[in-house]
């Protein structure tokens, strides 16, 4: 077959299916969204949304342990959810191969933070490869899996919203035969009791000592002779930048981000005059670096915050200006992003504003109503802390109807994360009004389906959870349980009035279709 366009996230799931993966599990979050989108698409996977991405490598994990080789995709913040099964599975180690995406956000394109998620490789002694482009994406991936079922290990596969969303030529390949599955006792190695724990560990180290072994004779990490004078250590993305700064010079290419390759390092540098270490956000490469005894540079002069360019690495590497593009002859407008017309969220936010109250807010594309016209919402920090952080504030300043913030949360977000401080609420006799806001979908990441749609990722019905009976099983009183058509204005704001007023703990539900995915729906209907 010839060639493909595909993004980054197309390869990876096609990458995933040649390698004879047949499980597939995550939660939607930007980049990494249309990798499991995609590779529901190919035959013999079998794929699902959790309901956050704890879960999802739990169950990825068990998918693993039962001889399926299994993708689990997420974006960077993600892992933190995850974290807690993470560093375990790297003691348990695998049966089919288990690969973990970590799609990481330079520049917080859709994110609350930038946090570099290399250093969940080194924390949780897993190797972590990285690819540069989308024919990278697809074999890298390909190469976890192999990685994966010859040390017995989980295996991270890094990317960027740069090389997510980006297109490249991809030649596609054969396609594996799946491992047959089945689940082979084996109490020593899953199940980890501080005394099977500490031999595991043991092997953990011994792992790592041979993956950096090996690091130095993977094809992966590769060395391209240019100008001695000067040479650039690389992962990823950001060796395309470099490369088209800088395509005279010698690179050393890391394809395995972690473990480090000692002997092709030394090797390297002792071929060039001046060396840099080219990396965007953390010095996680030129720490090791620098730490082995060689004189590199790199956040001397490269920033530590934010994407890299070819501008940039070329501007901060010469001293010499990057011969850009002439500025447009008129100013562009600038275009803040807002709620869409339409959108039902409006309605509360629009109320919450008039009532002044202070509005711990959460993840999603209502996380807008913190921007005029509305300038409703005043703490957003993690997935579910809406929530909670509401109940600290309540804490903090006494309690009562007049000292309790609301807590807005999406569907999908509550579902994530916002049940558990729900629970926290009730057991701990908290009295603040939690407001969801169901628009239906799980809209900021393109429309996924959640618990509350009642539709699997497959597009095929499922139980849809109840709100009224959630609340009554966390203890609230009937009538402080209300699910209100967020498009009726005065339904809504009389039910917040009132409900604000019984100095109890509350759960409103104000419903109404996103608007995008109603025209969408009304779309497929003609």
Avoid at 54 to 66: H, I, P, Q, R, W
Avoid at 81 to 100: C, N, R, W
Avoid at 353 to 376: E, H, N, Q, R
Wanted: one cysteine or more; a neutral charge; hydrophobic letters at 40%.
């Amino acid at each position: 077959m010839d060639k493909m366009l595909l993004s980054g996230n197309e390869a990876i799931a096609l990458g995933a299916h040649e390698a004879g993966a047949t499980v597939g599990v995550g939660y939607p979050g930007t980049p990494s969204t249309e990798i499991l989108e995609n590779f529901k698409l190919h035959p013999g996977s079998r794929c699902e949304w959790s309901i956050n991405e704890k879960v999802a490598l739990e169950v990825g994990l068990g998918a693993s342990l039962a001889g399926a080789r299994t993708l689990v995709t997420m974006k960077h913040v993600g892992i933190n959810v995850a974290a807690d099964p993470l560093f375990t599975a790297s003691y348990t180690g695998v049966k089919g191969g288990l690969v973990i995406i970590t799609a990481d956000d330079p520049g917080m394109h859709s994110s609350q933070n930038e946090q570099d998620n290399r250093n969940y490789a080194k924390a949780a002694k897993i190797p972590m490869l990285e690819p540069a482009d989308s024919q990278e994406a697809k074999d890298f991936t390909k190469l976890a899996f192999e990685l994966s079922e010859r040390y017995d290990t989980p295996v991270f596969l890094r990317t960027t919203t740069r090389l997510s969303h980006s297109m490249g030529l991809v030649a596609p390949g054969q396609t594996a035969t799946p491992p047959p599955v089945g689940f082979d006792k084996d109490k020593k190695k899953y199940v980890m009791l501080p005394g099977h724990a500490r031999a595991r560990h043991e092997l953990v180290e011994r792992r790592m000592a041979a993956l950096s072994k090996d690091a130095d004779h993977m094809a992966v990490n590769a060395i391209e002779k240019g100008d001695p004078k000067l040479g650039f250590i690389v992962s990823g993305v950001a060796y395309q930048y470099v490369k088209e700064a800088f395509p005279k010079a010698s690179f050393l290419k890391l394809g395995m981000a972690y473990p480090f390759p000692d002997g092709k390092i030394r090797e390297f540098r002792s071929m060039v005059e001046e060396a840099y270490v080219i990396e965007e956000l953390d010095p996680f490469i030129e720490e090791h670096v620098k730490a082995m005894g060689l004189k590199v540079h790199g956040k001397d002069v490269i920033p530590l915050t934010g994407e890299l360019s070819p501008e940039l690495i070329h501007a901060a590497v010469s001293g010499e200006p990057w011969a850009c593009p002439p500025a447009p002859a008129f100013p562009v407008p600038p275009r803040p992003p807002a709620l869409c017309p339409g959108c039902p969220h409006r309605t509360v936010f629009g109320i919450l504003k008039d009532l002044g109250a202070l509005v711990t807010g959460d993840i999603g594309c209502y996380t807008l109503g913190v921007l005029p016209p509305f300038s409703a919402i005043d703490t957003c920090v993690d997935m579910g802390a809406s929530v909670s952080m509401a109940q600290g504030v309540e804490l903090a300043l006494g309690g009562g109807a007049a000292n309790s913030p609301i807590a807005v949360i999406g569907d999908s977000t509550f579902a994530h994360s916002g049940i558990s401080g729900l629970f926290n609420a009730a057991y701990n006799k908290r009295n603040g009004l939690i407001i969801v806001l169901d628009n239906g979908t799980t809209a900021m990441t393109g429309m996924q389906p959640n618990p509350f749609t009642g539709q699997t990722i497959a597009e095929e019905p499922t139980v849809v959870i109840d709100y009224v009976k959630l609340g009554e099983a966390a203890g609230l009183a009937p009538g402080n349980i209300r699910i209100v058509d967020a498009y009726k204005k005065e339904e809504v704001e009389t039910a917040i009035k009132e409900l604000r007023a019984t100095g109890k703990l509350s759960l409103l539900v104000a419903k109404g279709l996103c608007v995008i995915l109603r025209r969408k729906s009304h779309g497929k209907k003609n």
